[in-house]
């Protein structure tokens, strides 16, 4: 079983940096894409950033040329370093793991979830 545990967030003024990283433990299919997502009040959840096991990453208009994803695939860690945060990328942040399986077969897990608040 599939565990995702995030780390990071707070409280940070509008233009400050924040870093968000989130570790699986257990066993991850070799193909895969880890990503976070975020949920602002009232919104749906929305895709941030997502990097394949490849190196692959697709990022958000909105966040494009401030956010950065890394991953580390000995370690099944990935980090989401956020600068010149905007009071509206405050929401909850999830970190997800998409496992790609044979014959089109996917499992999802997501993490608990850590909250950003940006203050202006």
């Known amino acids: 079983q599939v565990q995702l545990v995030e780390s990071g967030g707070g409280l940070v003024q509008a233009g400050g940096s924040v870093r968000l990283s989130c570790a699986a433990s257990g066993s991850i299919f070799s193909r895969n894409v880890m990503g976070w997502y975020r949920q602002a009040p009232g919104k749906q959840r929305e895709l941030v950033a997502s990097?394949?096991?490849?190196?692959?990453?697709e990022y958000a208009d909105s966040v494009k040329g401030r956010f950065t994803i890394s991953r580390d695939n000995a370690k099944n860690t990935v980090s989401l370093q956020m600068n010149s945060l905007k009071p509206e990328d405050t929401a909850d942040y999830y970190c997800?793991?998409?496992?790609?399986?044979?014959?089109?077969?996917?499992?999802?897990?997501w993490g608990q979830g850590t909250q950003v608040t940006v203050s202006s």
């Open positions: 990097i394949t096991s490849v190196g692959e990453i």
């Open positions: 997800n793991v998409e496992e790609r399986r044979y014959f089109g077969i996917k499992r999802y897990y």
